[in-house]
T-cell receptor
Framework: AQSVTQPDIHITVSEGASLELRCNYS??????LFWYVQSPGQGLQLLLK??????LVQGIKGFEAEFKRSQSSFNLRKPSVHWSDAAEYFC???????????FGTGTRLQVFP | EPEVTQTPSHQVTQMGQEVILRCVPI?????FYWYRQILGQKVEFLVS????????KSEIFDDQFSVERPDGSNFTLKIRSTKLEDSAMYFC??????????FGPGTRLTVT
């Protein structure tokens, strides 16, 4: 069955520190991978996506993610976190043969000044 | 930048009542979706809609639910007889191509 695991429920970092949010997926077909961010009271904003090609993808707000097929992972990174990055981050997987996205449980990021 | 909009932002209804949640997708998008997020749980797929018909639905999307695109701009989700467990945040999404989905801000549905 398809699934997405985000092992970290809550992460706290200091402003200016680097960030890595983990995502592992289980999917039989070639996955399409996404990261979304949800600020309090807001909808889900698409940060970046991977469909094929270069396994390192760049997104908005200075985020990047790397697809590693051998590890079934798609971790999100940012070299220097800003206080405005505090939000909930969701990894999601889709595929060619389905319309739906499967979401992980999310990681809540807290940023200290 | 074009975005998906949803109304109302918060809907309170009594158990057994019908509710209609409304969405205006991005104008050139062809695929439309509804998801829900029960408080503290994952975002779950409900249904996708393309070319004026349902293209995929989940087990959650039973006979109590229906979707409609009544005109060229709106996309609605109707729950016929709401239950307490329907309380959730409902997200509409749209896409040009299947999968690259852009989400609205959500409607919080509270069933009392």
């Amino acid at each position: 069955a398809q699934s997405v695991t985000q092992p970290d429920i809550h992460i706290t970092v200091s402003e200016g520190a680097s960030l890595e949010l983990r995502c592992n997926y289980s999917y039989g077909a070639t996955p399409y991978l996404f990261w979304y961010v949800q600020s309090p009271g807001q909808g889900l904003q698409l940060l970046l996506k991977y469909f094929s090609g270069d396994t390192l993808v760049q997104g908005i707000k200075g985020f990047e993610a790397e697809f590693k097929r051998s590890q079934s992972s798609f971790n999100l990174r940012k070299p220097s976190v800003h206080w405005s990055d505090a939000a909930e981050y969701f990894c999601a997987v889709g595929a060619e043969n389905t319309d739906k996205l499967i979401f992980g449980t999310g990681t809540r990021l807290q940023v200290f000044p | 930048e074009p975005e998906v909009t949803q109304t109302p932002s918060h809907q309170v209804t009594q158990m057994g009542q019908e509710v209609i949640l409304r969405c205006v997708p991005i104008s050139n998008h062809l695929y439309f979706y509804w998801y829900r997020q029960i408080l503290g749980q994952k975002v779950e797929f409900l249904v996708s809609f393309y070319n004026n018909e349902i293209s995929e639905k989940s087990e959650i999307f039973d006979d109590q639910f229906s979707v409609e695109r009544p005109d060229g701009s709106n996309f609605t989700l109707k729950i016929r007889s709401t239950k307490l467990e329907d309380s959730a945040m409902y997200f509409c999404a749209s896409s040009v191509l299947a999968n690259e989905q852009y989400f609205g801000p959500g409607t919080r549905l509270t069933v009392t």
